[in-house]
């Protein structure tokens, strides 16, 4: 767990205050960029140079040009072609590694594919459904996944742990091996001695073994078994990190778009707690009724549905909305000193200690409305007319 915290931090880490950034449906960038570059949106195609970080998050992301310095990145499927300067942290459905990397891939993924023309000058480190690794990893390999294809070349260590295990490449560094099967290749090569563990401790390491031993560790065995076996298993890691992630994504997305809202709605939340508790339970309470008179009144029902809309959006990421709306109220307080991904990355953590008071039985409930009541009427009133109109970020 304490791996995971450190992997979480490190790729939600702030990034520098000066960038760009972009959001709609279909992005192409098509002109080279100087700065960082935050991007959000369905569809995304890199093809032109980006001499900063590039943040992208969205459907289908496909790198084809040049990444002069981190590269972060989530989507469904991600396709990486070009060069890769610094760090990759990614997070997909799908992902694809076709290009050099400059240094540590970090990757949590359905599916992760490095390719034969790949070159990862740093670490390589997956958690992933499935994973096919066909390229060359300058420093160390650790995967931790259901399938595991190593047919390309590492020369550091290698800790390979999942449900199978197929290699075929070469480990010029020792290696920690345990699966529920293993199976050796023709092509494979260790060049260090291996510790290994299989569910029947029958592994055929053939000529593989270039002067080196391979020693059976029951040790191995219980650690993965914990890892896949247990309650807490891999498949269960997955799901509670895309399930961060995509708060991550959500809460990145509403910071980019509605950055003033929150902020002014910060102001008046710090104004007025009971004007904004009194008209949060209104909006609550309130607008199911007016949906469902709507509803009844036939020429209302467009209006109605919308409604009904928005008021499940609404409830759906309304611990979402709460955590950012209470981070730029401490960031008002802290005279305005947090940048972006400061606000971004608090609110997500926030957002996580929200989820878990839920938790408290009655208590967690009743608090939980309270601060979605207090936080939603401020947002409300600082739309009421009177206020000064709402600001897009571009």
Same mark, same amino acid.
């Given at each position: ?10 790729? *939600?880490? !702030?990034? *520098? ?24 949106? #369905?569809?995304?195609? /890199? ?34 072609? %070009? ?51 066909? %390229? ?20 550091? #260590?290698?800790? =390979? ?14 290696? #920690? ?12 090569? $260790? ?56 708060? $991550?994504? /959500?809460? =990145? ?6 950055? #003033? ?22 909006? *609550?309470?309130?607008? !199911? ?5 709507? +509803? ?43 940048? +972006?991904?400061?606000?971004?990355? /608090?609110? *997500? ?11 408290? !039985? ?22 009421? !007319? ?9």
């Amino acid at each position: 767990m304490k791996g995971i915290i450190i992997i979480l931090f490190s790729f *939600l880490s !702030p990034f *520098l205050i000066c960038a760009q950034t972009e959001t709609n449906k279909k992005v192409i960038i098509s002109e080279d960029k100087m700065d960082d570059l935050y991007i959000a949106g #369905e569809t995304i195609d /890199i093809n032109a140079a980006i001499f900063g970080d590039l943040v992208a998050a969205g459907g289908t992301i496909t790198i084809n040009d040049s990444i002069n310095q981190d590269l972060v990145v989530a989507g469904g499927n991600i396709i990486i072609k %070009g060069y890769v300067a610094d760090d990759i942290r990614a997070a997909g459905g799908n992902l694809t590694i076709d290009s050099e990397v400059g240094d540590d891939v970090i990757v949590f993924g359905g599916r992760v594919i490095i390719t034969k023309n790949a070159i990862i000058h740093g670490d390589l480190i997956s958690y992933s459904g499935e994973i096919e690794m066909n %390229g060359e990893i300058k420093g160390k390999i650790k995967v931790y996944a259901g399938q595991l294809e190593i047919n390309g070349k590492t020369d550091g #260590e290698a800790i =390979l742990k999942g449900g199978d295990i197929k290699l075929d490449g070469e480990i010029r560094g020792k290696s #920690e091996l345990a699966a529920k099967n293993i199976q050796i290749g023709e092509n494979a090569k $260790f060049y260090e001695d291996v510790q290994y563990w299989s569910e029947d401790n029958k592994v055929n390491f053939k000529n593989s073994l270039i002067n080196v031993k391979a020693n059976y560790n029951e040790a191995l065995g219980e650690e993965t078994n914990g890892l896949f076996h247990n309650g807490f298993g891999l498949g269960t890691l997955i799901f509670l990190t895309i399930c961060i992630l995509s708060a $991550f994504l /959500i809460i =990145l997305i509403l910071n980019l778009i509605f950055r #003033e809202l929150f902020s002014r709605a910060a102001v008046q939340l710090s104004e007025s707690i009971p004007k904004s508790l009194g008209i949060g339970f209104l909006y *609550l309470i309130g607008l !199911p009724i007016v949906i469902l008179l709507a +509803f009844i009144l036939i020429i209302g029902i467009p209006i109605g549905f919308l409604l009904l809309v928005l008021y499940l959006f609404s409830l759906f990421f309304g611990h979402l909305i709460v955590a950012l709306l209470l981070t730029h109220y401490l960031n008002k307080r802290k005279a305005g000193s947090w940048n +972006f991904w400061s606000i971004v990355f /608090i609110a *997500l953590l926030i957002a996580i200690t929200l989820h878990i008071l839920i938790l408290i !039985p009655i208590l967690g409930f009743l608090l939980s409305i309270l601060i979605i009541a207090l936080c939603f009427g401020a947002l409300i009133s600082t739309l009421l !007319p009177g206020k000064s109109s709402l600001k897009f970020n571009n």
